[in-house]
Structures are given as C-alpha cells and as structure tokens.
C-alpha cells in the first residue's frame, strides 16, 4: 500500500526531530500532560520529554503563573515515584504548594545556590542524570551555547530541562525545543470561599520546534490541566517592552 501524503509528512517530522537530538522513549509514550487539545501542538501530539523547555516570565507574577504550570508538567513527569531537583538562587516556591499540583514535596530536590552562573552548571550536571525525571532552573538570561549545551546533556539521559528565564531584555534564540509564556487570568471562585479562586492562565506556545505555536486559556483543577476552547489561533509575536 503507498503512503499517503499525511504518512510521509509524519516520517518526514520524526527523522528531523532525530536529526535534531529528539528522541522517543518509553517515558515519552508513557506521558500524560493533560494538556488537552494543547497537545495538537507539539510533533507527533507528544509532549517534547528528554530536551530542554524554555519559558519567560517578565514579572514576578508571571514567574508565580510560571511556576505553577510547570508544577503540573511535573506531575506527570514524577508521577510514578519520578524525582525532580529545582535549582535557583532566589527561590520563591514554597514546597509544600506542591501538594495542590498532586507532587509530593519530598519528590523533589532543591537546591538553592548564592551566585547566577552556578545554576547553569548544577543545571548541566543533574540533566546527565539519568535517575531524575525533571530538572527546573530559575535564571536571569541563556545564550544560545548554554542552552546548547544543556540539549546535549539530556540527549543521552532523557532527562526533562525546564528553564524559567526573568531578565527579557536580551531575548536571543536558544537551542532550546520550545520557548513559553504564561500569565495569569482570573480564576472560578471556589464555593463560600470568596477572593479564592483555582489558578488560571493564559498559555502561549510561542515556538516549538516541528510544532504549532499558539495561545490557550487553561485552569488546574481536580488535580489536571482544563484547557478551554481556542478562540482564535492567531499568534502574536512576543514583544519586550523596554523597562
């Protein structure tokens, strides 16, 4: 039987995606996000694990959305007694929060360290390791080299890199498989509990690599990601104001 013309463009997506140091893995298939119809986005409807993600949060309550989010990629990442490490030098993340995301705390190793540029480095050496599941980094800036160096590193161990970038006034490109942006929007009110809400973001993909980019409203609750229908799939090009 001749492949069709979806058949060949779909082969042709997963040899560039091996070219380009991606690979599938038993944890790859084995992946629940809840990412819903998010996960039409990505080569092959399968969340990128065993490379390194990118996300930018200008202020500190998108970094506060950031986090979350991340936290219940993580989930899925450390669900069967997977473990994590978490390294920044000005962490904010209160572990025990974790608890609403479904991680318990104690799966995850954190590891906070005085100067900027040890981060990269702890950041390089735990994605070597084969036994975590996930590695999360809180920095200021990466170069295309660093992040280059970071995507070899995970190449052999299939480790998952997530970098939380603050400082956008030097946006460059990165070897990074994907770049991310998340902020809050305001959230269903939770029942005789007023001012309280469950979290809510707005969720844009602003690259991926062989994928769609695109932008999704997404509530956490009942333990999974909710993502609601896309209005329009109009992307808009990222933009840094000058601060």
């Known amino acids: 039987m001749h492949a069709t013309k979806s058949d060949i463009i779909s082969q042709l997506q997963t040899d560039l ?6 690979k599938q893995t038993v944890r790859n298939t084995a992946l629940d996000t ?3 119809e998010i996960i039409n986005a990505f080569p092959n409807a399968t969340f990128p694990i065993g490379c390194v993600h990118e996300f930018l ?8 959305s950031t986090t979350g989010f991340i936290a219940g990629l993580l989930r899925a990442l450390t669900d069967n007694n997977g473990a994590a490490l978490w390294v920044s030098s000005s962490r904010t ?13 104690e ?7 005085t100067k900027e540029q040890d981060i990269l480095w702890v950041m390089d050496e735990a994605l070597k390791c084969g036994a975590l599941h996930a590695v ?8 295309f080299m660093n992040s280059r160096r970071l995507q070899l590193a995970v190449e052999q161990s299939q480790v998952t890199g997530f970098v939380l970038r603050t400082d956008l006034h030097k946006i460059s490109t990165t070897a990074c498989v994907s770049r991310w942006r998340i902020t809050s929007l305001p959230g269903e009110p939770l029942e005789d509990l007023p001012g309280v809400s469950f979290p809510k973001w707005n969720v844009e993909l602003l690259r991926i690599r062989n994928g769609k980019p695109g932008s ?10 909710h993502v609601e229908p896309v209005v329009h799939r109009t992307h808009q090009p ?3 104001q000058a601060g």
């Open 136 to 143: 999360v980094a809180e920095i200021r800036e990466l170069s």
């Open 57 to 64: 949060s200008a202020t500190k309550e998108d970094k506060a």
């Open 17 to 22: 995606l091996k070219l380009q140091g991606y």
């Open 216 to 225: 999704w409203n997404v509530t956490w609750k009942t333990s999974r990601f």
């Open 34 to 36: 809840g990412l819903g």
């Open 238 to 240: 990222f933009i840094q």
């Open 107 to 113: 799966r995850v190793v954190f590891v906070d360290v």
């Open 93 to 105: 993340l209160f572990p025990p929060a974790l608890k609403n995301f479904g991680i318990n705390p």
